[in-house]
């Protein structure tokens, strides 16, 4: 079965640090690989994306993941945190295969918490 | 360029009301449309998907339904609802190559 985990429930940086959130993957195959954020009661925005390629990422914000396939991980990065990075971030996996029907796996979310 | 709506944004209902939650999207055609629900602030559960008008998948049993009635629109409904049907509701849109999905705004609802 397909499973996503991030085993920190949250992420504590203090600002200009860089930061790191991990995620971790079980899926037959290559997969789609997604970081979102979510803002208090906000919709979630999509970050990036993993299809193919280089295994190094880069989205939005300053944002960037690398993929690796041995560990079967996707890091979300940032080189130096700001205070406004503050927010929930889900890690996101789907099989390439498949289409609507297989579904989007979320992971349980990792609160970032950047002090000033 | 593509937006998704929802309404209302926040909703607070008493316990064996009924519910509608409606969610548009504009700019695509023929898009993939979710619904999900996110309790305690954290964990998302797909609820339903749909591929097509008229064409609705469930993801878990539940007193919560989904219709879809033109192409663009995705409708989240109960007749009854109970105090465990609390949560952010969102919507979700795709097309087919993507891989991922465009949220919306999402929907508060407190069940009282």
């Known amino acids: 079965a397909q499973s996503v985990a991030q085993p920190e429930d949250q992420v504590n940086v203090a600002e200009g640090n860089p930061l790191t959130v991990k995620c971790t993957y079980s899926v037959s195959g290559n997969p789609y690989l997604f970081w979102y954020v979510q803002y208090p009661n906000r919709g979630l925005q999509f970050l990036l994306k993993y299809i193919t390629g280089d295994n190094l990422v880069k989205g939005s914000y300053g944002f960037e993941a690398e993929f690796n396939k041995s560990q079967t991980s996707f890091h979300l990065k940032k080189p130096s945190a700001l205070v406004s990075d503050s927010a929930l971030y889900f890690c996101a996996v789907r099989d390439r295969h498949g289409g609507a029907t297989n579904k989007l796996i979320f992971g349980t979310g990792t609160l970032l918490a950047v002090q000033p | 360029s593509q937006t998704i709506h929802q309404w209302p944004a926040t909703l607070v209902q008493p316990v064996g009301s009924p519910l509608s939650l409606e969610c548009t999207v504009e700019?695509?055609?023929?898009?993939?449309l979710y619904w999900y629900r996110q309790a305690a602030g954290r964990g998302l559960q797909l609820l339903f998907y749909?591929?097509?008008?008229?064409?609705i998948s469930s993801e878990v049993p539940q007193n919560l339904s989904a219709s879809r009635p033109q192409d663009r629109q995705f409708i989240l409904s109960s007749k009854k609802l109970l105090l465990s049907d609390s949560g952010f509701y969102l919507c979700?849109?795709?097309?087919?190559?993507?891989?991922?999905?465009?949220f919306g705004p999402g929907t508060r609802l407190t069940v009282t």
């Open positions: 700019g695509t055609s023929n898009p993939n």
């Open positions: 979700a849109w795709s097309v087919e190559g993507a891989g991922f999905e465009y």
């Open positions: 749909s591929v097509g008008i008229g064409q």
